[in-house]
Structures are given as structure tokens and as C-alpha cells.
């Protein structure tokens, strides 16, 4: 049972988690949107009919490592996000305390040393269920990516 007068407390940490959770979406799915035009402009001509070949072999990994690339360094800046937000708010007192703490919360990891004030708590878990999100649609998105290289990656005659 929680004590007395919690619940209106959680009020800020309710309002504010979500509107971080939706804004981490948003610019997920920009940021992603943004990776995919980047994708296909410097890899698109290789996976034209015209294209395709045994070379393909060798860029695949290097398809598959730049988009796992940009998706970390999406996440971080999403952790970044997040991390702003509890300096800006009070909860952490510095934003190196704030990032290593986002980190932990959105992998789902858990904090272990590093924690927030007790009042804005609550942000800790809605940060870990919109690093779920984020996360989901990361792999799906690396799926989509994989999906669409790896036929080509091996085979050496084009589809017709």
C-alpha cells in the first residue's frame, strides 16, 4: 500500500514520463525514417538488378554494422533526451549522474549505483517502458534492413 498523498505526487512524474515517452517515439521513428534515406542513398545502387553479385557478400556486414551503428547512437541521444529532462527538473543533479542513470532505465537494465530523487522515481520505469518501445522497433526495423540485403547478399544472378 502506498502511503498517504503519494499518488498526487506522481502526478508531474506521470505527466512528464509520458510526454518523454511520446517525443522518444517521435524521433525515433524520424530518426529512423532518417537512417533508412541514409541507407538507401549510399547503398541503393548496389542492390539494382544491375548490381548484384559476389561483392554483395562483402558489403552486407558493413550494411548490417552501419545501421547497428546509427541505431546505438539513436539511442543514445534518446537516453541523452531523457537525461536533459532530469537535470532540467531537478532529479539528477548533474547530467553525466543523469545520462549513466537513463541508460540503465532505458535497456531495462535497472540502476544499480546511481539513482534519482525519490520524488520523480516514477520516471525511472516509464523510461524503461518507452526503451522497450524504442528497442522493438529498432529490431524491427534491423529485421526490415536484414530482410531486404541478405537475399542479394547471396546471390550471384539477378531476379527477374
Do not use: N
Amino acid at each position: 500500500m502506498l502511503p498517504a498523498g503519494t499518488t498526487g505526487a506522481w502526478l508531474g512524474d506521470w505527466v512528464w514520463g509520458l510526454l518523454l515517452v511520446a517525443v522518444s517515439l517521435a524521433a525515433h521513428a524520424s530518426g529512423l525514417g532518417l537512417i533508412g534515406a541514409f541507407l538507401a542513398k549510399c547503398f541503393g545502387r548496389l542492390f539494382q538488378s544491375s548490381e548484384r553479385g559476389r561483392k554483395l557478400l562483402f558489403v552486407f556486414p558493413i550494411v548490417i554494422g552501419a545501421t547497428s551503428l546509427l541505431l546505438a547512437v539513436l539511442h543514445g541521444l534518446e537516453a541523452s533526451l531523457w537525461a536533459i529532462a532530469y537535470v532540467w527538473l531537478g532529479a539528477s543533479p548533474d547530467f553525466t549522474r543523469a545520462v549513466y542513470y537513463s541508460l540503465q532505465m532505458i535497456t531495462t537494465l535497472g540502476a544499480d549505483v546511481v539513482s534519482i530523487e525519490a520524488r520523480w522515481r516514477l520516471m525511472g520505469p516509464l523510461e524503461a517502458i518507452s526503451g522497450m518501445l524504442l528497442f522493438g522497433l529498432s529490431t524491427a526495423f534491423l529485421l526490415a534492413v536484414l530482410q531486404r540485403v541478405w537475399p542479394f547478399a547471396l546471390s550471384t544472378e539477378p531476379k527477374g
